[in-house]
């Protein structure tokens, strides 16, 4: 099956040791996520994140509603972890998620392998945008939530 690769990565004025545990709850995803995707958790109660948990998402992908299933394929906390969809918009989505130390920072990376439905032209039209988009949303979340030290929230 063919692939697109995205990679973002920002560096958070934070150490990993408060940084990681905010990725660690999987509802925290709902914070990062643009209101435009209308995004909820589905998955009822506590998620336990560890290798092989599953959570179920909804999102609306131009305004049509998507069921989402994720697994976590790998989990290796305060390092990195990996999900990758089983059920969803794409044929193949697989999210790493990586965590470096740097100081009193923590680099965040992401390197996204995906494949949509429709393949490249959908892509070029509007899945690359998107991806790009959300990413985007994320940094400027994340920026907010972890402020350098001593910077008003």
């Not at 990993?16 to 998955?43: D, G, I, S």
């Not at 032209?121 to 972890?146: G, P, Q, S």
Request: aromatic content about 12%; proline content about 9%.
């Amino acid at each position: 099956m063919p692939e697109r690769l995205f990679q973002d990565e920002l560096l958070l004025p934070r150490p990993r040791a408060e940084v990681f545990p905010f990725f660690a709850e999987a509802r925290n995803l709902e914070k990062l996520t643009p209101p435009w995707l209308k995004f909820e958790v589905l998955t009822p109660g506590t998620i336990e994140m560890k290798r092989g948990a599953l959570i179920e998402y909804r999102i609306h992908v131009h305004g049509v509603p998507i069921r989402w299933r994720t697994e976590i394929a790998s989990w290796e906390p305060p390092i990195r972890f990996i999900d990758r969809q089983l059920r969803g918009p794409y044929r193949l989505w697989h999210h790493t998620h990586i965590f470096e130390e740097r100081g009193d920072s923590t680099l965040c990376r992401d390197e996204v392998r995906y494949w949509p439905r429709g393949g490249a032209l959908i892509d070029r039209l509007f899945v690359r945008r998107d991806v790009e988009a959300i990413f985007a949303f994320r940094r400027k979340m994340l920026l907010e939530l972890f402020p350098p030290r001593g910077a008003a929230r």
